[in-house]
């Protein structure tokens, strides 16, 4: 991967094209305020195979209970006719 020096100046005017440049040509940013390295903008790697999504929805299926049939319970009152 290709890597970057960015001032703080540098990121705070111009954040989103800094931001393109890591997501899209996967370089890092070094962000550097008084010639000192102070942060390193990495791009995340989020491919996630089918695999991986199944094994979140086993893990985390049926934690929540169902929720209970509310109309039986709930209170409907008449309403008028508009028109007698």
Do not use: C, H, Q, W
């Not at 390193?40 to 695999?51: D, M, T």
């Amino acid at each position: 991967m290709n890597t970057t020096a960015v001032t703080a100046t540098e990121l705070k005017n111009n954040t989103a094209d800094i931001l393109n440049r890591v997501y899209y040509e996967k370089k890092i940013a070094i962000v550097e305020r008084y010639g000192e390295p102070i942060a390193r903008i990495v791009p995340v790697e989020k491919e996630k195979s089918k695999k991986d999504i199944e094994a979140v929805l086993k893990r985390y299926y049926g934690i929540m209970p169902d929720f209970p049939e509310v109309t039986n319970i709930r209170y409907f009152r008449k309403r008028k006719p508009l028109f007698p």
